[in-house]
């Protein structure tokens, strides 16, 4: 069965640093997704990415994040300076079109910032 | 806007006995409704969604939910629960008339006790 990849699965970085966290959507799949859960929190929306362009974002979703999809099959979602609070888990989501209901999630990264 | 409530931080059901967890939504629009689980350190699995249609809804592993539109409700259920059914479960909503991401509700744990 076709899946959401996310890698890597645990990152530990220093106040500051940049890190780009991975996602390798569901093949034949249009439209991507972020979204965090900061932990024992709810899992919120960070940024939608359609047709090589962010479609929706929340106020989450600040310059120091960026979305890019470099190639025809990665997704990454880049944290410029990372800060204490942006630890969390990071799921990435894709469904097969504009309009289709369901989504699919990866099984997340989890970004320890220190 | 969109919103989704679980009023239960915590539901604790004994092995064999009938399992409910809550939900209620609100959106503008028709709802795309969804349940998702989390065991401990996974991503998110999906369980069931009510698009349109019949309102009992059946999903994976024995869960079904049942969509009430005059509640506003959308309850997960299942006849007899399973210790390995213990995890966190969030239920979700799209508004396909208001955008195209998912909100989430605060999530309810599971505990089924032998």
């Known amino acids: 069965e076709p899946e959401v990849t996310q890698t890597p699965s645990h990152q530990v970085t220093q106040m500051g640093q940049e890190v780009i966290l991975r996602c390798v959507p569901i093949s034949n799949h249009l439209y991507f997704y972020w979204y965090r859960q900061i932990l024992g929190q709810k899992v919120e929306f960070l940024v939608s990415f359609y047709n090589n362009e962010i479609s929706e974002k929340s106020e989450i979703f600040d310059d120091q994040f960026s979305v890019e999809r470099p190639d025809g099959s990665n997704f990454t979602l880049k944290i410029r300076s990372t800060k204490l609070e942006d630890s969390a888990m990071y799921f990435c989501a894709s469904s097969e079109r504009w309009g289709t209901p369901e989504a699919f999630f990866g099984q997340g990264t989890r970004l320890t910032v220190v | 806007a969109q919103s989704v409530a679980q009023p239960e931080d915590q539901v604790n059901v004994a092995e064999g006995n009938p399992l409910t967890v809550k939900c209620t939504y609100s959106v503008s629009g028709n709802p795309y409704l969804f349940w998702y689980v989390q065991y401990p350190n996974r991503g998110l699995q999906f369980l069931l969604k009510?698009?349109?249609?019949?309102?009992l809804v059946k999903g994976s592993y024995g869960f079904e939910a049942e969509f009430n539109k005059s509640q506003t409700s959308f309850h997960l259920k299942k006849p007899s629960a399973l210790v390995s059914d213990s995890a966190l479960y969030f239920c979700?909503?799209?508004?396909?008339?208001?955008?195209?991401?998912?909100?989430f509700g605060p999530g309810t744990r599971l505990s089924v006790l032998p």
């Open positions: 979700a909503v799209r508004d396909m008339g208001y955008g195209q991401n998912f909100v």
């Open positions: 009510y698009i349109t249609g019949d309102n």
